[in-house]
C-alpha cells in the first residue's frame, strides 16, 4: 500500500509534522518495501488553499491513506472527494509511525481536529498539538500598495482583498496610493471597510523598505507556487486526465455575493449574479476561492 506522512525532514528517522498542508516535506512510502520518496512541500507558503493543494499533491501519487498531526476541513474534503483515508494525531519518529500503521494501530479520522489555516504564519508545533483560533488575533496583516498621488511624500495605499493592514504608498504627496491586501484577517479598528474596498486606520504609518522587500518576495513565492498548479491542471486537461478533476460549487443558500471569491480567482473563473458563479471550463479547482469564502458557501467536487 501507498501512504504518505507528512514529516520535519527528507527521512524515515525524521518526525511527523504536525501540520498537514504546511509541512516540510511528504514521504510518499511503499508500506510492503519501505521505500519511500521525499518530496518537498511545495505550498508551505502559500497565503491560502495550502492544505486543498497539498491534499490533491496526494491524490496525483496515488497515495490511499495519510499519516499526520492535524488536517484542517478544506483538505479534508478534498481527501474524501479523492477515496484517501486520514489518520490524524501521529506523532514521533516516522519509521516507528508507519510499523504503527502497518499492524493496525491507527484508525482512520471521521472529521478534520483543526480549523482553516492552521498553522498560517507560525512555526511548527509539536505533533499532534493543534493550533488555537487565528495565528494573529489582534488584527490585519500590513497591506501594501503603490501610490499614485502628484507630487513629494509619502500618500497611503489602500488595501484590497481579504488582506487588512497599512497599505504602502510608494508614490505620494497628495495622490492615495492603491495596491493589493496581504494577509488573511480583516480590519477590526471602528470605520475599517469591508473587503473590496479596505482603508488602513488613521494612525497606519509607512512600511520600512525590508519590510516591503520580505512580503513582496513572499508573494512572489505564492504566485509562483499557484501558476505551477495552474500549469499542472492545464496539463492534465490537455491529456484528458480530467476523470478525477475537482471544482468549485457554489451552495446558494449561504452565498451572499460579497465577490470576495471573484477577487481570489487566479484563473478568473468567477463571476457574480444572484450568487457567485463558477465557470467549470476555467475553474482549476486550485481551493483559493474555498478558503477564502467568510460565509462557507464554497466547496471542492469531483467533476465526475
Given at each position: 500500500?501507498?501512504i504518505a506522512v507528512t514529516s520535519t525532514g527528507p527521512t524515515l528517522?525524521?518526525?511527523?509534522?504536525?501540520?498537514?498542508?504546511?509541512?516540510?516535506?511528504?514521504?510518499?512510502?511503499?508500506?510492503?518495501?519501505?521505500?519511500?520518496?521525499?518530496?518537498?512541500?511545495?505550498?508551505?507558503?502559500?497565503?491560502?488553499?495550502?492544505?486543498?493543494?497539498?491534499?490533491?499533491?496526494?491524490?496525483?501519487?496515488?497515495?490511499?491513506?495519510?499519516?499526520?498531526?492535524?488536517?484542517?476541513?478544506?483538505?479534508?474534503?478534498?481527501?474524501?472527494?479523492?477515496?484517501?483515508?486520514?489518520?490524524?494525531?501521529?506523532?514521533?519518529?516516522?519509521?516507528?509511525?508507519?510499523?504503527?500503521?502497518?499492524?493496525?494501530?491507527?484508525?482512520?479520522?471521521?472529521?478534520?481536529?483543526?480549523?482553516?489555516?492552521?498553522?498560517?504564519?507560525?512555526?511548527?508545533?509539536?505533533?499532534?498539538?493543534?493550533?488555537?483560533?487565528?495565528?494573529?488575533?489582534?488584527?490585519?496583516?500590513?497591506?501594501?500598495?503603490?501610490?499614485?498621488?502628484?507630487?513629494?511624500?509619502?500618500?497611503?495605499?489602500?488595501?484590497?482583498?481579504?488582506?487588512?493592514?497599512?497599505?504602502?504608498?510608494?508614490?505620494?504627496?497628495?495622490?492615495?496610493?492603491?495596491?493589493?491586501?496581504?494577509?488573511?484577517?480583516?480590519?477590526?479598528?471602528?470605520?475599517?471597510?469591508?473587503?473590496?474596498?479596505?482603508?488602513?486606520?488613521?494612525?497606519?504609518?509607512?512600511?520600512?523598505?525590508?519590510?516591503?522587500?520580505?512580503?513582496?518576495?513572499?508573494?512572489?513565492?505564492?504566485?509562483?507556487?499557484?501558476?505551477?498548479?495552474?500549469?499542472?491542471?492545464?496539463?492534465?486537461?490537455?491529456?484528458?486526465?480530467?476523470?478525477?478533476?475537482?471544482?468549485?460549487?457554489?451552495?446558494?443558500?449561504?452565498?451572499?455575493?460579497?465577490?470576495?471569491?471573484?477577487?481570489?480567482?487566479?484563473?478568473?473563473?468567477?463571476?457574480?449574479?444572484?450568487?457567485?458563479?463558477?465557470?467549470?471550463?476555467?475553474?482549476?479547482?486550485?481551493?483559493?476561492?474555498?478558503?477564502?469564502?467568510?460565509?462557507?458557501?464554497?466547496?471542492?467536487?469531483?467533476?465526475?
Open positions: 500500500m501507498k528517522d525524521n518526525d511527523v509534522e504536525a501540520r498537514f498542508g504546511r509541512c516540510a516535506y511528504f514521504l510518499i512510502i511503499d508500506t510492503d518495501t519501505m521505500q519511500f520518496e521525499a518530496i518537498e512541500n511545495p505550498n508551505m507558503a502559500l497565503g491560502g488553499g495550502a492544505g486543498i493543494q497539498s491534499a490533491q499533491l496526494m491524490s496525483e501519487k496515488g497515495v490511499k491513506t495519510v499519516l499526520t498531526g492535524n488536517c484542517g476541513p478544506n483538505a479534508f474534503n478534498v481527501f474524501g472527494q479523492a477515496g484517501i483515508n486520514v489518520i490524524v494525531g501521529v506523532s514521533g519518529n516516522i519509521r516507528k509511525a508507519v510499523e504503527q500503521f502497518k499492524v493496525g494501530n491507527f484508525s482512520s479520522a471521521e472529521g478534520p481536529n483543526v480549523q482553516s489555516h492552521f498553522g498560517v504564519g507560525t512555526e511548527p508545533p509539536p505533533s499532534g498539538t493543534p493550533l488555537s483560533g487565528s495565528s494573529n488575533p489582534g488584527g490585519g496583516n500590513p497591506g501594501m500598495g503603490r501610490g499614485m498621488g502628484m507630487g513629494g511624500g509619502r500618500g497611503m495605499g489602500r488595501g484590497m482583498g481579504q488582506g487588512g493592514g497599512r497599505g504602502m504608498g510608494m508614490g505620494g504627496g497628495r495622490g492615495r496610493g492603491m495596491g493589493m491586501g496581504l494577509g488573511d484577517n480583516v480590519f477590526t479598528q471602528p470605520g475599517a471597510v469591508q473587503p473590496g474596498g479596505l482603508m488602513p486606520p488613521p494612525t497606519a504609518g509607512p512600511v520600512q523598505p525590508e519590510q516591503e522587500l520580505a512580503m513582496l518576495r513572499t508573494r512572489a513565492h505564492e504566485m509562483g507556487t499557484q501558476l505551477k498548479a495552474i500549469n499542472a491542471r492545464i496539463g492534465q486537461i490537455e491529456q484528458g486526465n480530467a476523470v478525477s478533476a475537482l471544482i468549485a460549487v457554489v451552495d446558494a443558500e449561504k452565498c451572499t455575493t460579497c465577490g470576495l471569491c471573484q477577487h481570489v480567482c487566479p484563473a478568473g473563473a468567477i463571476s457574480l449574479g444572484e450568487i457567485a458563479q463558477i465557470d467549470q471550463a476555467k475553474c482549476t479547482g486550485c481551493g483559493l476561492c474555498v478558503t477564502e469564502c467568510p460565509q462557507g458557501a464554497i466547496s471542492l467536487k469531483k467533476t465526475s
